[in-house]
């Protein structure tokens, strides 16, 4: 089975710096993606992790802790479009399931003027 | 740049009928997958598909649903017999490899009455 955890909502303002936490345990574990999701439209991608440490793109940064199962994503320099929904997707293990995405609920962050 | 497409954006059904949702992937990629989401709640995994069949399916997908490639383009949703819970935003997703970036569309949604 799986099970990933990730706050709930989260509030900010604009030019600070978030992180968004995500836990997971899964069946299988080949890496972890970030999407970002604004209301009533599709998830966009935002990042990958395979290995184990801090992926950096820009004003976005993803990190992962394979051992520990933990992840989080990094914001920085918020701004109000950022305010949307963050998807924390570890992906299925090659060997048993190709692809195959686990969502977790999704944190609702706000960005404040 | 290339993106999923989907096909309708919204769809109005009466229960039982049944629905066909459309989806043009990626041209060059290879997976294809459908995922839904019931309204304020996590994307959850329908299906995937490879070289022309189910690769893996969720419990979600039982024997109301079936998804085809018909011709080199297009790769369907078929709902048979829709119910009422079966309203939900439905994701297309496509990637050039199994463990590739997942692309996704933006989204069918589907309300069944």
């Known amino acids: 089975g799986q099970n990933i955890d990730q706050p709930t909502e989260m509030t900010a303002t604009e030019g600070a710096i978030v992180q968004i936490n995500c836990t997971y345990q899964?069946?299988?574990?080949?890496?972890l993606f970030w999407y970002q999701q604004h209301a009533g439209e599709a998830p966009t991608f935002l990042s990958y992790n395979v290995l184990d440490g801090l992926e950096e793109k820009g004003r976005f940064s993803s990190f992962l802790s394979r051992s520990k199962g933990y992840s989080y994503l990094l914001l920085k320099e918020l701004q109000m479009k950022d305010s949307a929904s963050y998807l924390c997707a570890p992906e299925a293990d090659r060997g048993s399931t190709l692809g195959r995405l686990y969502f977790g609920r999704g944190t609702q962050l706000t960005v404040w003027p | 740049e290339p993106e999923v497409t989907q096909t309708p954006s919204h769809q109005v059904t009466q229960m039982g009928q049944e629905v066909i949702l459309r989806c043009v992937p990626i041209?060059?990629?290879?997976?294809f997958y459908w995922y839904r989401q019931i309204l304020g709640q996590k994307v959850e995994f329908l299906v995937s598909f490879y070289n022309n069949e189910i690769s893996e399916k969720s419990e979600i997908f039982d024997d109301q649903f079936s998804v085809e490639r018909p011709d080199g383009s297009n790769f369907t949703l078929k709902i048979r017999s829709t119910k009422l819970e079966d309203s939900a935003m439905y994701f297309c997703a496509s990637s050039e490899g199994g463990t590739d970036t997942q692309y996704f569309g933006p989204g069918t949604r589907l309300t069944v009455l």
């Open positions: 899964t069946s299988g574990f080949n890496g």
């Open positions: 041209s060059n990629h290879l997976y």
